[in-house]
């Protein structure tokens, strides 16, 4: 609960600073955003090999491949958000958390996640990396400008608590400040540069020593961190291959807004050996933009454009804090499970959201739109797989329902501030105050409002790879042999081939058998004939229960595809049922399995769902002549969601808007299935 003493200083507070909290850009502010600020720099970094990573033994490979999990969006106290929020966890925090250790929350409470990850990346903010940091200390010279005033002594340890809210809002200004005192010759570009540097260096130090093959996998890594103009998120993270050779300085917002610039630069890096690849994240809140039929300048995709984007982005982050981005129920009116986690807004997650247009937005529609372009012969930009991340800005993977502190540090720091409890009269008050805070009514209860509620204890990503390395690995990334989970670590295998046996998953050379003869999970799938016949392909799908969360209740397959007339489709088909329940013929779902939740102590019908599923499966609806594609998706039987675990701690009834249980699952990369391909005859 908030200390009514505490929330009596912030309104004096408040109201001594004129509430002049706003978080609002100027005119002025936009436009320094809008336009490059830096040239882009080719310089690399050659690095020593004993700097690299330790030269511990790597377990012997796997030719079958192993599930490895990780989360590859991590922000520390680098970059200017966290650092607002109150984080102070370096990117060496933030690997020590991965690796099992306990590290602190910014509200000052260890943080320690269950079982500790098999790989990590952290992903700071390019953008201004480090310097807020920089600014709040005030020994240094980027602190002497009135711009920086608002962050001194952001997170001095008597300023970590409700007093400080007012403080971190406005802090928020600090790049935009900082963009346009460049833009007008006040401060010179590469004072910020710099800090940047520096920063960057210590993330690539930090990686290279909690790298250790075979165990534990870093990635150096960082988030370019762009926009359109009407606020719709453009963001990617990029991740880079190992550390030999590196770029001196992450390409920024601040070099270029146009995600094509970022290409190019990725281009001209890997022909020099340095090798990376961009995974967009919250395409969800783009408002569109993230797949549309145009380029950055409004023109229509061309296949130089598509060939250039699929090259640098193979993947997707399609689950995490912010929402997931499968699927919207607008979009899927036949997908009774689209409305999963969904943050359908624009924005950073404080103060009043802005709805995000759902066309454009979406992974499944951009598959469809994919199969459309292919149709007119461009190469397909959309043809990415999947990953989840977290996105956590406290330096700690978020992904437990059960012990979720959201993203926003010292301002989601309570389940008050999650706003899954109420608040009191006296504190409602104070914090309708406050520019970038809403309060709404449910129940006759007040309650924060807005974006925070909507966030999701998400996600992870996965990995079909033979070793734990970082070239395995890697390599799992570019062939698209990926997974992505909402936080348990469900193992989700998919394979297509023709002429593949009925009892393929009986055998123990199965899995050796898909690899040999089909192709996996991310890959296109071309037509073979089988004893000179051109049938039907078989999709093997293999789900497997994280021992620490609920049984799977339904394994299914979504098919997207382009009819005769370019029009493209999609079906979502149950293909195996707990309890050995067979699948409605009629409705292509199975029966209800009774699972159930009791709301009072989030405890579940332990005798429902089961810990593996599994079959192979033949398309009766397959037409050799038209494109298609194909992914596996698995869900749990239902429990607690977040937001009631916070109510039933507290000994209050969960929030009546928000949904109490939902449904844990994972999700496959696609199978594209392309007739166009060469036809191959076994």
Known sequence: MLNKTVCVSLALAILAGGCGGTNEPTQAQRAALAEPLFETEYAIVERKPEDQFHLSEPNRANPDRNAYFGDLHVHTTYSFDAYAFGTLATPNDAYRFAK?????????????????????????????????????DTSTNISKYPFAQNVHNLNAPDNMGRLSFLDRIRSFGLARALALAIAEGEVDQEETLSITRSAWADSIKAADTHNDPGRFTTFVAYEYTTTADDAGSLHRNVVFKGSERLPEVPFSRMHSRDPEDLWNWMDALRGAGVESLAIPHNSNKSNGHMFELVDWAGDPIDDDYAVKRIRNEPLLEITQIKGTSETHPVLSTTDEWADFELVSTRGVGMGRPIPSKPQGSYAREAWRRGLELDAQGITNPYAFGVIGSSDTHTGAAQNDESNFSSKLGVLSADAQLRGSVPLDFVESTVLKILPALEVVEVDSKNFLGGQPTEFSASGLAAVWAEENTRESIYAAFRRKETFATSGPRIRLRFFAGFGLPEDLLESSEGVARAYADGVSMGADLALESVDGQKGAPQFVVWAQADANSAPLQRLQIIKGWIDAEGQTHEKVIDVACAGGMSVNAATLRCPGNGAAV??????????????????????????????????????????????????IKAGVEPRSDLKATLQERAWSSPIQYRPSLPYKAK
């Open 100 to 136: 099992g250790e306990a590290i602190k929350h910014p509200a000052g409470f260890d943080m320690q996640i269950s079982r500790p990850l098999d790989f990590y990346g952290v992903t700071d903010h390019a953008m201004f990396m480090g310097v807020a940091a920089a600014a709040a």
């Open 598 to 647: 009791k709301l009072s102590d989030c405890s579940t019908s332990a005798e429902t769902g089961d810990n593996e599923l599994r079959t192979v499966w033949s398309d009766p609806n397959f037409d050799a002549e038209r494109r298609a594609f194909y992914y596996a998706r698995v869900l749990e039987n239902p429990t607690c969601r977040w937001s009631t675990w916070d109510a």
